[in-house]
């Protein structure tokens, strides 16, 4: 979309914003643990917190209140994606202490992550404020329930296939038909291409470019490479593919490098954004 359909568009909340808070990997140097919000006129969905209090200051700079936020999905128990939830579980108690009202918090996990995230709660918080949670937050657990209503959409939720650790992506389709599928930091693989199927925005993991793969050793690290993920991509007939949870070495060059390596191999629009990016899907 240009500028002027742009503006329109969220002027007639006809549009999605995919607000990048962070697109690095498990240790990144300039960049933060990869997550973001989706937000629409109608809610904000969060998807993972990084691995620290810094999710705090990077939702400021995007204008997200953390107390405020209702929806957030975890997709896997590691360290920098579970983390920073406890410091949006703190806000949201620090909210309701300072008064403030409004729908519960509900977060969405399997149940490695609800166990995983209510023992680091237990552990890190006052016994006072974590007697509170159970009046302010809701947990979805998604192996028992597969499914969330949204306004103005539908959340599906599956397991990825990650090989290291049980990890949920989910299929956000809008009344409009048009779908969102996040694999969490996983990478689109043969094992996990018929989540995919049909969507047209898909949000996963490249570690790298394949052209690297010996300086950074993805497969080791059971992630693959951005040739890997356009490959597969091709095949499905994704139309756009976001990729994150990258090394983060080369910032400056990162998008031009990862498209170039992508678009050898695959015909749809490649989006590599960095921290703070704002990616509009149309609805």
């Given at each position: 979309?240009?500028?002027?359909?742009?503006?329109?568009?969220?002027?007639?909340?006809?549009?999605?914003?995919?607000?990048?808070?962070?697109?690095g990997?498990a240790?990144?140097?300039?960049?933060?643990?990869?997550?973001?919000?989706?937000?629409?006129?109608?809610?904000?969905?969060?998807?993972?917190?990084g691995?620290?209090?810094?999710?705090?200051?990077?939702?400021?700079?995007?204008?997200?209140?953390?107390?405020?936020?209702?929806?957030?999905?975890?997709?896997?128990?590691?360290?920098?994606?579970?983390?920073?939830?406890?410091?949006?579980?703190?806000?949201?108690?620090?909210?309701?202490?300072?008064?403030?009202?409004?729908?519960?918090?509900?977060?969405?996990?399997n149940?490695?992550?609800?166990?995983?995230?209510?023992?680091?709660?237990?552990l890190?918080?006052?016994?006072?404020?974590?007697?509170?949670?159970?009046?302010?937050?809701?947990f979805?657990?998604?192996?028992?329930?597969?499914?969330?209503?949204?306004?103005?959409?539908?959340?599906?939720?599956?397991?990825?296939?990650?090989?290291?650790?049980?990890?949920?992506g989910?299929?956000?389709?809008f009344?409009?038909?048009?779908?969102?599928?996040?694999?969490?930091?996983?990478?689109?693989?043969?094992?996990?291409?018929?989540?995919?199927?049909?969507?047209?925005?898909?949000?996963?993991?490249?570690?790298?470019?394949?052209?690297?793969?010996?300086?950074?050793?993805?497969?080791?690290?059971?992630?693959?490479?951005?040739?890997?993920?356009?490959?597969?991509?091709?095949?499905?007939?994704?139309?756009?593919?976001?990729?994150?949870h990258?090394?983060?070495?080369?910032?400056?060059?990162?998008?031009?490098?990862?498209?170039?390596?992508?678009?050898?191999?695959?015909?749809?629009?490649?989006?590599v954004?960095?921290?703070?990016?704002?990616?509009?899907?149309?609805l």
């Amino acid at each position: 979309m240009d500028t002027a359909e742009t503006y329109r568009a969220q002027a007639a909340g006809d549009v999605a914003e995919i607000v990048m808070l962070g697109t690095g990997s498990a240790f990144p140097q300039h960049s933060f643990n990869t997550c973001f919000v989706i937000r629409t006129a109608a809610f904000e969905w969060m998807t993972d917190t990084g691995g620290g209090n810094g999710i705090l200051g990077r939702m400021q700079h995007a204008g997200i209140a953390a107390g405020e936020i209702r929806h957030l999905f975890i997709s896997h128990s590691h360290t920098d994606h579970i983390l920073g939830a406890v410091w949006i579980v703190r806000s949201v108690i620090n909210r309701a202490k300072s008064g403030g009202t409004g729908d519960r918090l509900t977060v969405y996990g399997n149940s490695d992550v609800i166990e995983t995230l209510l023992t680091i709660c237990r552990l890190t918080l006052l016994e006072s404020h974590y007697a509170m949670i159970a009046d302010l937050i809701t947990f979805h657990n998604t192996d028992a329930t597969p499914r969330a209503e949204l306004p103005g959409a539908t959340v599906a939720f599956f397991d990825c296939g990650l090989e290291n650790v049980r990890q949920t992506g989910f299929r956000m389709c809008f009344d409009s038909g048009r779908t969102i599928v996040c694999l969490g930091d996983e990478a689109l693989t043969e094992r996990n291409s018929a989540e995919a199927a049909g969507c047209q925005l898909l949000m996963c993991g490249a570690f790298c470019r394949y052209a690297d793969r010996d300086i950074f050793r993805p497969y080791e690290k059971h992630h693959y490479t951005v040739r890997d993920v356009a490959i597969i991509a091709e095949r499905a007939g994704i139309p756009d593919l976001l990729l994150y949870h990258c090394e983060d070495r080369d910032l400056d060059n990162r998008a031009r490098l990862y498209t170039d390596e992508a678009s050898a191999c695959y015909s749809g629009h490649v989006h590599v954004p960095a921290d703070g990016d704002t990616v509009l899907f149309q609805l």
